[in-house]
């Protein structure tokens, strides 16, 4: 079974023939011929790590080795007996035995990732990690050195100390031995440079996306060496879409945390309002201290979905943060209230802070959905795009949920989208009403605009949206009229259809499609009840008041009996 096997041979049936056919199919076009970067790739794609699925990844590569072992008759013994067969040279005439060591070396890689997964809950578990990397190491070592026989071609050489560079640099890497790691992480990323450059678009393609997964890993390595400039561009990294990925990403954000708490070291207070605080809580200062560095990003990020990723980040610290200053506000409560009463209501220093906090938290809230409003906004003016790639275009109900501000403004526009919504279903005189809603709330912010000059720089054209809603309307109420008409000219004798099952309408001729259908109406079931008379119960009421005649002369006396009755009835006599 090798490392990893166990636990696998119950579930190898799933998947496995079609991963049988792929293979054979690749051995007739002559896969051999693929480089190793190209093969890693496109298992890890086909068979779980396009969602993460490390486990489902080490599951294939078990049941790939098993297959390429009995295939080249190249078993380790039997079920009773293990024997341990090396490749060397002399075997290299297949290609594919230098794919059973790559194949060993991604399982190992793959179970130190599923562990990597699994230790954030359970840290005993990073030794083993370890040990899984190790393993790969020693695997992609044995493949380099298989790849230095002159049977083997100066591009796969390449592709192997390329490898084993990448898998050197991970295992240093999680050492934290930084220096180590960034110069395997050198040499793999001038390799695979090289490569890019001496072949096609379409072959660089994969060398190229290697490259910048690794750049992040030699930023980190090289700021923990010193460099502080690389602090720099991994913040530029971490504004890309989707920011760093892979071994990087937790990393990356403790090391945001730990530099930022080195400065927090020299904050003590904050003003707002005209009110300095000191600020004692590290959590709050570390938070304090970033939030113009997240407000920039959000500024500077390249598309929408980062900068909604990045107001997630920043609301998630928010709360971070007041859930440490409501902690500390739950020892002394009885010595605030103490103080408010001497100081005449006066707001203590650390409420004060947790009002500043949430603050912060709501117009961060509310900064998002405007910009998630926005982006909605504009994909729906650009409804003629179909649906490419699978994703669903915008609707006027993913807007309701977004203008959710208490200003006459926002309510001016979620009625307009809500009647949008309407419109969509033909609710015709829903959508009217809130029409007319919408006109009264434009009228209402253009009386006030004055009070609204600041901030009417960065809100859409209400004359515009008058005008839309205008036109709305009209073409509403045509639509309204031509949908009544319609539905009153397909609604003749032949085709009206009242809900009554077949057997109460074998009279009436009607065309209903339902019969043939799989839910065809023929009989109410269960039956409906229906009321029946009730058994007649009778009551004898004159027998209480009837006088019966006396019938003591017709019954017959019963003969009084003695002793002589006794012995004449022993002896059988008979009166």
């Known amino acids: 079974r090798g490392t990893g096997g166990r636990g696998w041979r119950g579930g190898e049936a799933e998947g496995s023939r079609g991963e049988r056919l792929r293979e054979v199919w690749g051995r007739l076009r002559g896969a051999g011929g693929k480089e190793f970067l190209q093969i890693v790739k496109e298992s890890q794609q086909q068979h779980g790590l396009r969602h993460g699925d490390f486990q489902r990844y080490r599951g294939y590569c078990s049941r790939r080795l098993r297959r390429l072992r009995k295939t080249l008759n190249f078993k380790m013994g039997n079920r009773h007996k293990f024997t341990g067969k090396k490749v060397t040279e002399e ?204 407000e920039a990003a959000i500024v500077q990020a390249e598309n929408e979905e980062t900068k909604e990723r990045l107001f997630e980040s920043l609301l998630s610290e928010c709360r971070d943060a007041i859930q440490a200053v409501r902690e500390d506000l739950k020892p002394d409560q009885k010595q605030r209230e103490h103080s408010l009463e001497g100081d005449s209501g006066k707001v203590s220093n650390i409420q004060y802070l947790h009002s500043y906090l949430t603050y912060i938290k709501l117009s961060t809230a509310i900064k998002r959905n405007e910009s998630m409003a926005k982006s909605l906004q504009k994909a729906l003016l650009q409804q003629q795009r179909s649906e490419e790639d699978g994703k669903r275009t915008a609707r006027p109900q993913d807007l309701i949920q977004k203008k959710t501000n208490n200003t006459t403004l926002y309510k001016m526009e979620k009625c307009f989208f809500i ?53 709305e309307k009209y073409s509403l109420q045509a639509a309204a009229i031509l949908d009544a008409n319609d539905n009153h000219e397909t609604e003749s004798p032949s085709q009206v259809k009242d809900g009554k099952p077949l057997s109460e309408r074998f009279e009436t001729f009607c065309l209903d499609p339902s019969l043939v259908s799989k839910q065809v109406s023929l009989v109410h079931f269960p039956p409906g009840f229906q009321p029946i008379p009730c058994k007649p119960l009778f009551f004898d009421l004159a027998l209480n008041h009837v006088a019966f005649p006396p019938l003591e002369d017709k019954v017959e006396q019963k003969a009084k009996s003695g002793l002589t009755g006794y012995i004449k009835g022993i002896f059988g006599f008979k009166s």
């Open 91 to 294: 075997i290299l005439s297949d290609n594919r035995y230098l794919l059973l060591i790559l194949m060993d070396a991604e399982r190992a890689w793959s179970y130190a990732m599923q562990l990597k997964q699994e230790a954030n809950t359970e840290p005993r578990k990073r030794f083993h990690l370890l040990s899984r990397l190790r393993k790969a190491v020693k695997h992609a070592e044995e493949l380099e050195r298989l790849c230095e026989s002159n049977r083997v071609d100066a591009k796969t050489k390449l592709e192997a100390q390329a490898y084993m560079a990448y898998l050197t640099g991970m295992l240093r890497f999680e050492h934290q031995e930084w220096k180590a790691a960034m110069e395997a992480f050198n040499k793999c990323k001038t390799i695979y440079e090289k490569l890019a450059n001496a072949f096609t678009e379409e072959q660089a393609v994969l060398y190229n996306q290697r490259v910048e997964e690794i750049s992040p890993n030699i930023r980190y390595c090289a700021y923990n060496i010193g460099d502080q400039s690389a602090m720099n561009e991994l913040m530029q990294m971490r504004l890309r879409s989707g920011g760093t990925e892979g071994l990087l990403a937790e990393k990356l954000e403790a090391l945001i945390t730990q530099t930022r708490a080195k400065q927090a070291a020299t904050m003590s207070e904050v003003e707002w309002r005209g009110r300095t605080v000191p600020v004692k809580i590290d959590k709050v200062r570390i938070f304090l201290l970033g939030l113009a560095d997240n």
């Open 419 to 471: 009647a949008q919504s309407y419109v969509l279903v033909k609710k015709w005189s829903e959508a009217l009403v809130l029409y007319e809603r919408v006109l009264k709330y434009a009228g209402e912010v253009q009386s006030g605009a004055g009070a609204f000059t600041n901030s009417l720089k960065e809100l859409p054209d209400v004359q515009d949206l008058i005008t839309q809603v205008n036109a």
